[in-house]
């Protein structure tokens, strides 16, 4: 038994918002999860600090499959991105403890390496075509093995996925949500060029990826992915909102390239239909927004079934400790795909010292006890919350469209 003693929430804002969750057991072993939720943060802090932590003090640690259903069935509110936040953040401070007090990196605990490491793609975007090849030549010389192109779109003044800064691309940009226009039209002519660039000046030892952001109807999203089939993406990202998981029929009857959705999703039942009619191929369900490790394990099985793979969602908003989570997860799981590594800055890092690593294109979670990162209470205090947002997408006649 490692009776849970204490848990609280720790909100800090090194650059950009993080809430994460620190349970202690009577032995004083601690454990962190992450709980951030891009842009409604607080409502995850609440929902922990009211009404999750009352519920865990004098529970086993050790109990991670019971203290899961406790929260999920006991609540009786099922799923949703806020329930599911805060589960998964309970759930990753709980196998971070259970490797603590075993002496052993969480990925062991899981069956152990399926592989020497997880490959991950970098984010290459410009404003233009020739900015975005130019910081693609940037990633490879690094040793990435994948990146994903984003242009901006000719005659649109900005363009999700194309930041100012090089590396630190931030979506959540300001204290209420920013606009930003949006033409279809436009950018479909535009992507197929970048890609046919891309090629050109990468060759095709490299993978491609693209993410549509969900702004395409299923028609446009097939009509994309075949002009892109010259080019051999490796996926199309979001090619379509999925709330309506057939409509990922309509895509596929028109396009062999391979599609990756999910990053939204909290619960396999938003990707069952998706999965067993083999309507993707890569799964982006994350650690932090689906669960946990244990539910992402459960999307992992079943997808595994389908011949479906991993691609977790990895962008800045989930912190150092999902991103531990999820190579953990993704060196042990056997179908792993690719992991999304969008780089933290330098002031995240410093709040969240961590034992992963990457190298020659491929990421591993170090081998510390647990999920291997800490969090400097003192330099988090210094960055206090401060509210952003994502921004919201129009359509060029005021329309309010998919984000
Ligand atoms: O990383 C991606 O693929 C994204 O689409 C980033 C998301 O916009 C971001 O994480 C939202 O919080
Ligand atoms: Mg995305």
């Known amino acids: 038994m490692a009776e849970i003693e204490a848990a609280r929430v720790i909100v800090t804002s090194p650059g950009r918002n993080f809430v994460t969750l620190e349970v202690r057991t009577k032995d004083g072993v601690t454990g962190l999860g992450d709980a951030t939720l891009n842009g409604r943060e607080l409502s995850v802090a609440s929902y ?14 050790h109990r991670i499959e019971d203290i899961w259903q406790y929260l999920y069935k006991g609540a009786y509110w099922r799923r949703g991105p806020v329930t599911m936040t805060a589960i998964a953040a309970v759930d990753m401070a709980l196998w971070d403890i259970k490797g603590k007090v075993a002496g052993l990196p969480v990925y062991q605990l899981l069956g152990g390496a399926s592989r020497e490491g997880c490959m991950v793609y970098g984010h290459a975007n410009g404003a233009d075509i020739e900015a975005t090849i130019e910081a693609a030549l940037d990633y490879r010389e690094q040793g990435y093995k994948a990146i994903r192109l984003q242009s901006g779109v000719p005659g649109l003044a900005s363009t999700y996925g194309v930041s100012k800064d090089r590396y630190f691309y931030e979506p959540a940009d300001a204290d209420l949500p920013s606009e930003n226009l949006w033409s279809t039209e436009k950018y479909l002519r535009s992507v197929p060029p970048l890609f046919e660039a891309g090629r050109e000046a990468l060759g095709w030892d490299v993978h491609l990826l693209h993410d549509v952001h969900h702004r395409l109807t299923p028609i446009e999203a097939g009509r994309l992915g075949r002009d892109l089939e010259p080019y051999r ?24 390239t391979p599609l990756a959705v999910g990053e939204i999703f909290n619960s396999v039942h938003d990707c069952r239909q998706l999965i067993q009619e083999q309507l993707i191929d890569y799964v982006r369900a994350t650690v932090v927004h689906a669960g946990g490790i244990t539910h992402l394990r459960r999307i992992a099985a079943l997808a595994d079934l389908y011949q479906v ?55 591993h979670p170090g081998d510390t006890p647990g999920l291997g ?31």
């Open 48 to 61: 922990l600090g009211d009404h999750v932590i009352p519920c865990l003090i004098g529970r086993d640690a």
């Open 233 to 256: 993406p490796f996926w199309l990202e979001d090619a379509t909102p999925a709330e309506n998981q057939e409509a990922f029929r309509l895509i596929r009857r028109h396009t062999t």
């Open 309 to 363: 793979r991993t691609g977790c969602h990895g962008a800045t908003d989930l912190s150092p400790v999902s991103m531990a989570a999820a190579l953990h997860f993704g060196l042990s799981v056997p179908n792993f795909g690719i992991q999304e590594y969008m780089r933290h800055t330098p002031e995240t890092d410093a709040v969240f010292p961590h034992a992963y690593r990457f190298q020659d294109g491929m990421m």
């Open 373 to 403: 990162v800490g969090i400097d209470e003192t330099l988090a205090a210094k960055h206090p919350y401060k509210r952003a947002y994502l921004p919201v997408n129009r359509l060029q006649d005021g329309t309010l469209f998919n984000w």
